[in-house]
């Protein structure tokens, strides 16, 4: 069987989104290696998009990530927030990124964030030495860019038009699970008590 997406393949929206479902360890024997040598800060973040609506398809918080090896462009790891899916209160689409890249030097590395990271996952990311995160949509959440700058992580803004729509949609359709995913149930308990 031959890969399914050659090194000459046109980068598509399609095809993006078959990366963000296709299992990272499965990408080697489907995606040409010269494939990814082609994709743009742009591209990655799509698929991080991609990802953030697979969490939100399966009735979860829709912020997806995506962590790339600079010097190979090839996808290290990748994952979506699955808080209420798997039950997990810190299964944020950046800690499942590197769940599934595993034990790894991030140092040479980018992850590609859906959202603006909470206080763990940036904690996280300067503790794992990751060298650059790029952030998809300061528009619904920011904050902690600052603190990751003030780390020496290097921090870019790619605001991604999809990724910003699905998040804003979110947080309309569920500010209970919104609230929850940032600050945790005592959070939505007050917030009840308080009239909100």
Same mark, same amino acid.
């Given at each position: 069987?031959?890969?399914?997406?050659?090194?000459?393949?046109?980068?598509?929206?399609?095809?993006?989104?078959?990366?963000?479902?296709? @299992?990272?360890?499965?990408?080697? !024997?489907?995606?040409?290696? %010269?494939? $990814? +040598? #082609?994709?743009?800060?742009? =591209?990655?973040?799509?698929?991080?998009?991609?990802?953030?609506?697979?969490?939100?398809?399966?009735?979860?918080?829709?912020?997806?990530?995506?962590?790339?090896?600079?010097?190979?462009?090839?996808?290290?790891?990748?994952?979506?927030?699955?808080?209420?899916?798997?039950?997990?209160?810190?299964?944020?689409?950046?800690?499942?990124?590197?769940?599934?890249?595993?034990?790894?030097?991030?140092?040479?590395?980018?992850?590609?964030?859906?959202?603006? @990271?909470?206080?763990?996952?940036? !904690?996280?990311?300067?503790? %794992?030495? $990751? +060298? #650059?995160?790029?952030?998809? =949509?300061?528009?619904?959440a920011r904050g902690n860019e600052g603190q990751l700058r003030a780390k020496g992580v290097k921090?870019?803004?790619?605001?991604?038009?999809?990724?910003?729509?699905?998040?804003?949609?979110?947080?309309?359709?569920?500010?209970?699970?919104?609230?929850?995913?940032?600050?945790?149930?005592?959070?939505?308990?007050?917030?009840?008590?308080?009239?909100?």
């Amino acid at each position: 069987m031959g890969l399914l997406i050659e090194e000459d393949c046109t980068v598509t929206d399609e095809v993006l989104q078959a990366i963000a479902h296709i @299992p990272t360890r499965s990408l080697p !024997a489907v995606v040409a290696e %010269r494939f $990814f +040598e #082609r994709l743009s800060d742009r =591209d990655f973040m799509r698929v991080a998009a991609w990802l953030a609506q697979k969490s939100y398809d399966e009735g979860g918080c829709p912020i997806g990530a995506v962590i790339v090896d600079n010097e190979t462009r090839r996808i290290m790891g990748k994952g979506h927030n699955s808080l209420v899916q798997g039950n997990d209160p810190y299964n944020h689409g950046e800690t499942s990124a590197i769940r599934d890249a595993g034990r790894q030097d991030f140092s040479h590395a980018t992850i590609y964030t859906s959202l603006s @990271p909470c206080d763990v996952c940036a !904690a996280l990311l300067y503790m %794992r030495q $990751f +060298e #650059r995160v790029v952030v998809g =949509d300061i528009t619904n959440a920011r904050g902690n860019e600052g603190q990751l700058r003030a780390k020496g992580v290097k921090v870019d803004v790619l605001e991604d038009p999809m990724a910003v729509a699905l998040y804003a949609k979110y947080r309309r359709e569920r500010p209970d699970l919104d609230l929850e995913d940032w600050k945790g149930l005592a959070a939505v308990r007050k917030c009840k008590e308080a009239g909100g």
